[in-house]
């Protein structure tokens, strides 16, 4: 099982996040197979194509590609000549670095202008000038369109939330406008009633005014709560006066009822508020959703980074091992004999079942990574996640085993199949050589003769072995019966002529030889001896088994020829055994040479 790492950037952003390293970190190196130690290859396990120098050299990969073999030590830190989907690397830092300072500035529109129309008008200006960069940022051509779109929902609740502060600020633009008008009074009669509206102005703006700091500040603060506390008592609503009697909505949420009157929940009933307090509420909780949903978003992209970078991983062990065990199951070769391919065969048997371990290993720990992966990215939107995740674990770790198992034993079957194909190739070779050497034994020791007078031959003796075998048997395969005597003399007759070859096999036959079939003459005893020897040492390469018969007879002084009181072989005989004339030959019989 490989182990896989990842390499790092050599130059870090000043920003707590970077999102190249990010992506980088998915390019992760190994060791090359069947290679030097010093050898590694990169390995693409992100969703993007990446570019990047190494040893002046531009490497490209695509989504799970595999790069040729490099040689050296696996490096430790990347380059900065590197392209994500054929943009630059500093894009996506200026990208993540604009979108976090328009987040910041999105932050600060939360806090309330204040009653007053020029900061009012100020806000509702950034609020727009902030949607325009938010808008731009969606629609960068930059970046690839696989980095924005995750981001994408995070975006566009953070116009949703301006687009609320908008309305908001305007809402209070209007209110400010309408009581201008109310505020503005028409004063008529004497001097003494124009003071005394005045005053009554000066009183009513005093009262409105929560800034202001003059010596009636406490009475106008005391009429103020008494103020408000009517107030509250009067917008008080009991909750058996909404339909449901408020059972679907929470203690201090806000809501709306079916006239369009706005509330918020309170322990006996509800409040009736205005429409800014109702919807700075609103804002305020899709600006607390949208940080919930972010903080969510920021894990499950960090597991999910994770998870994908572990996933990747275990996927190709397992790919690697399923191709080690595939390659296992070739019993490739050329192989003589049956016991080197037993041999190879045991082997490769070893091979397949340790592959097959490890080919389950690997496939059970990547089901695992998975649902480790899917438990994890969602285990703070649902807890059903964590059992799913858990019971994915422990069913597909049993799938995998069994799959890679079956995996395993078909591989085994395989591999016997062709151990059967190669035995039945080699059992073919083997009977066509044997019954080639065969050939070439009945060949090399064919059946000989003895020499007639006009072969004008004078050696006083000759010398002949034989051998015994059932030549039916030498198209089959299997082990044949042979017997070879030992190598035994001739002698000429007194007349100059020699023995018939019938009487000399007759005297094989006697010593115990079936069919006996007889090899020579020889003049020469050394090269009869040689001959009879090389067809002992060949007899084993055709797979005969060999006895030895030992034909007894007398040697006789080569210098008598044979005559009435002995045989050819110089053995002594009664006198009435010649007493018949020995027959004159009326044609001419071949010779061992054929002639």
């Not at 989907?85 to 300072?101: I, L, T, V």
């Not at 009581?179 to 503005?184: D, L, S």
Request: net charge neutral.
């Amino acid at each position: 099982m490989y182990m896989f790492a990842s390499l790092h950037l050599c130059a870090q952003q000043n920003t707590s996040y970077d999102p190249v390293s990010e992506i980088m970190g998915g390019i992760q190196t190994r060791h090359a197979e069947g290679t030097a130690t010093n050898t590694f290859k990169f390995m693409n396990s992100t969703v993007y194509k990446i570019t990047f120098a190494y040893n002046d050299k531009q490497i490209s990969l695509n989504p799970g590609d595999i790069s040729e073999v490099f040689t050296g030590s696996i490096p430790k830190r990347f380059g900065e000549n590197i392209r994500i989907d054929g943009y630059p690397a500093d894009n996506y830092r200026q990208f993540q670095n604009s979108w976090q300072n328009l987040n910041d500035l999105s932050k600060k529109q939360r806090q309330y202008p204040g009653n007053n129309e020029a900061l009012l008008k100020k806000a509702i200006t950034d609020c727009e000038t902030l949607i325009q960069q938010y808008e731009k940022l969606k629609n960068s051509t930059q970046v690839s369109g696989k980095f924005i779109e995750p981001k994408l929902y995070a975006i566009d609740k953070s116009i949703e939330s301006l687009n609320i502060y908008i309305r908001d600020h305007q809402g209070e633009l209007e209110q400010i406008k309408q009581k201008a008008n109310k505020n503005t009074v028409v004063v008529s009669g004497t001097s003494s009633n124009n003071k005394t509206a005045q005053n009554s102005t000066t009183g009513t703006q005093h009262a409105d005014d929560f800034w202001s700091d003059n010596g009636n500040r406490s009475s106008g603060n005391t009429t103020s709560s008494s103020a408000n506390r009517q107030s509250t008592r009067e917008n008080a609503v009991s909750d058996s006066d909404f339909k449901g009697n408020l059972r679907h909505v929470k203690e201090g949420d806000y809501f709306k009822d079916d006239k369009g009157q706005h509330y918020q929940r309170t322990a006996r009933g509800a409040t009736k508020v205005d429409r800014y307090t109702f919807e700075r509420a609103q804002a305020n909780r899709i600006t607390a959703d949208f940080e919930r949903r972010e903080a969510e978003r920021a894990h499950m992209e960090a597991v999910t980074t994770h998870a994908i970078n572990t996933t990747f991983t275990s996927y190709y062990a397992m790919r690697t091992a399923g191709q080690n065990l595939k390659d296992a199951t070739s019993l490739d070769g050329y192989f003589d004999n049956v016991e080197d391919l037993n041999q190879a065969f045991a082997q490769k048997l070893s091979e397949v079942s340790r592959m097959g371990e490890e080919l389950k290993a690997v496939s059970v720990q990547s089901v695992q990574n998975y649902a480790h992966a899917v438990s994890a990215a969602n285990s703070t939107a649902n807890a059903d996640y964590t059992a799913y995740g858990q019971a994915l674990g422990a069913l597909g770790g049993i799938a995998a085993g069994i799959k890679a198992d079956k995996a395993a034993k078909e591989a085994r079957e395989e591999l016997r199949a062709q151990r059967e194909a190669h035995e039945r190739n080699i059992k073919a070779r083997q009977l066509e050589a044997l019954l080639n050497i065969r050939g070439e034994i009945d060949n090399m020791f064919p059946e000989g003769g003895m020499p007639l007078s006009s072969h004008k031959i004078d050696a006083p003796v000759l010398y002949l072995f034989a051998y015994a075998s059932n030549k039916n048997e030498w198209n089959e395969d299997k082990t044949v019966a042979m017997t070879v005597s030992n190598v035994i003399p001739v002698y000429r007759y007194n007349d100059g002529t020699y023995p018939y070859i019938a009487n000399v096999k007759r005297t094989f036959e006697t010593g115990g030889m079936s069919n006996p079939v007889v090899v020579g003459y020889f003049t020469d005893q050394a090269m009869a001896e040689k001959y009879q020897q090389s067809l002992v040492d060949v007899a084993d390469q055709g797979r005969f088994q060999v006895s030895h018969v030992d034909i007894k007879v007398l040697k006789k002084d080569t210098d008598k020829s044979a005559s009435a009181e002995t045989d050819f072989w110089g053995n002594q005989v009664k006198p009435d055994a010649n007493s018949k004339k020995k027959p004159v030959a009326k044609k001419k019989e071949d010779d061992f040479w054929n002639n």
